[in-house]
Structure formats: C-alpha cells, structure tokens
C-alpha cells in the first residue's frame, strides 16, 4: 500500500460531539493523499461502533486506561507511515483546506523547517494563537497571572503571511514526521502541557525552524467550563511546567504563595459547588509545588482523592 503524504492524528476522550464536525471537516477539505488516525480515549462501546460505522476510512486506536495528551497521541504517532504529521485537537473544525494549505508551505520554506501551524481561531473570530515566541520560567509566571498576552503583535507572533515563529500550539499544526521521531515524539514527562512548548523548543534546539501561516486558519473551539476534573488536572499542569523550566525556587515559591492566597479566599467565599471545587484545586496545587512526583503520579492521586 503506497504510503500517505500525511498522517492526521486526532486524540478523542469519548467526545462524539466533538469528534463528528473535526472527521466532517478534514473530509470535506483535504485533498492530498492522507491517513486518518485516531485515537479513542476511553470509549464507551456503543460510541466506539457508532463512530467506527461512521467513519469507516478512519484507523481507530483504542486507548484505556490513564494517559495524558503526549501518551495518546504518541499511541497513533508511531503508527504514521505519511511524510507530514497534522496533529490536531478534536474540538476544532476546519473550515477552508487547512491540510493541503500547509503542506503548500512547506514548498515555500527552507530546508531546516520542521513545523507549522495555521492562525488558531475562537469560533467568534478571536485569534486564540498565531505563531508563539518562547517561553522562559518568568513568563510561565506572568501567564500565571493571567498578563501574557499571545495576540499581541511580537517578531515571532500575529505578524502576515507566512513567518518565522518559535513553539507550537497543540491545537494544530502540520510537521515532518522524520524530524517529529528524532525528537522521540511528545514528550511523554508532561500530562496537560507543556508538551507543545517543550516540542518547540527543542526543534530550535535542534537547529529547526518553525513557522506559522496568518493566511490558513483553524476553528478551536476550546469550552471554557471548569471541569470537575480541574483538581486534578491543574496540579499535573503546574507540574509539567515546574519540569519544563527546570524547578526553579522562586518560581516555586510564587506558585505555592499564590495558591496559599487562593486557598484562603475559597474558605470565605460561599461553598458553591464550583467554589469548592476552586478551593479543593488550590490546595492540590499547593501540595504539588514542591512534589517529586511525576505530572501523571500527580493526577491520579488528585483524581482519587
């Protein structure tokens, strides 16, 4: 069997409602030779045949258990015999061939390109993402914070056309399989973030380039409900990121003074469902900061506690 020009590795955790538009979408908008891989997370049965009779062209990878975002994908990106990967969420829709716009690009760029993602769009129209410069241990802190601004316009973001950028965003983005296997894939250390920076990274690091394309464009979705999962999923975020940055002690001791505060407003505030579930984070993230555990050790200890 002739091998695939691309390999689009879509990552579901029992979202049907998610999934059906994405599946929809590449459908409707790619054109260059492609596999379909994705990987279902957790199923139920009856999901699980109803999208495998829908979708009959799609390579389905069943995946129990406990795995984050680099682990479950990676369960599919091993499996990708195209020469690009499209690694893409499954809450976004394509809308336009964003596919076949990308690996235009690629013809475009020079020969140490290794990635690049399309402009990243809220379904308002909002620019959640176009292109992303690099990130340091003092802006992780500031994003914190909420004072990261990544659609104000810098040398490596929001500029036109197709630029050179910095890291990625998980959302989307296309990639050369054979530089995304040198790297040894996601990086499976992190659970929720910061695998797509991290992968950035070390692409620059590697001597790669990696660019984004203000032309194409993705709708991502992104709810922005608080999961009941969030006590356990913050903690194995802040984790992942306190590897990434390699621990630093102040940016420690800020996370765990930060969420001190927050524990203590969760107390006086009304014992709504959500504010104890705000407070019950808090006090998990506390307890993360100066853990040696690993992001995954973390969010199944907090998910069972």
Request: hydrophobic share 40%.
């Amino acid at each position: 069997m002739e091998a695939p020009l691309v390999s689009i590795v879509i990552v579901c955790m029992n979202r049907p409602d998610n999934l059906y538009p994405c599946l929809e979408g590449v459908r409707a908008y790619t054109h260059v030779p492609y596999e379909t891989l994705v990987v279902a997370y957790r199923f139920s049965p009856e999901n699980l045949a109803r999208a495998q009779a829908d979708f009959p062209w799609v390579r389905w990878i069943v995946s129990e258990g406990v795995r984050g975002f680099s682990e479950n994908n990676n369960l599919a990106l091993r499996q990708a015999r195209g020469k690009y990967c499209f690694v893409v969420n499954d809450d976004t829709l394509l809308e336009m061939p964003v596919v076949d716009r990308l690996v235009e690009d690629f013809g475009r760029l020079p020969a140490d390109a290794a990635a690049v993602s399309p402009c990243i769009r809220f379904p308002d129209g909002r620019v959640q993402t176009c292109g992303r410069g690099p990130w340091s241990a003092w802006r992780y802190a500031r994003h914190y914070l909420h004072g990261v601004d990544e659609t104000r316009p810098t040398p490596w973001t929001m500029r036109e056309g197709l630029f050179r950028t910095y890291t990625l965003n998980g959302a989307c983005f296309l990639i050369r399989t054979e530089a995304f296997r040198e790297a040894g894939w996601f990086d499976e250390r992190y659970f929720f973030t910061p695998e797509d920076i991290a992968l950035g990274h070390l692409l620059n690091d590697w001597g790669h380039t990696v660019w984004a394309d203000a032309d194409v464009s993705i709708t991502h979705v992104a709810g922005g409900s608080v999961s009941s999962l969030e006590a356990a999923i913050k903690p194995a975020r802040v984790r992942g990121s306190l590897l990434f940055y390699g621990e630093p002690l102040p940016l420690k001791l800020f996370i765990g003074c930060f969420e001190a505060l927050r524990v203590c407003k969760y107390a006086f505030l009304p014992r709504t469902p959500r504010n104890v579930l705000m407070r019950r984070t808090a006090v998990n993230v506390l307890h993360t900061v100066f853990s040696g555990a690993s992001p995954k050790e973390i969010f199944i200890r907090c998910s069972n506690g």
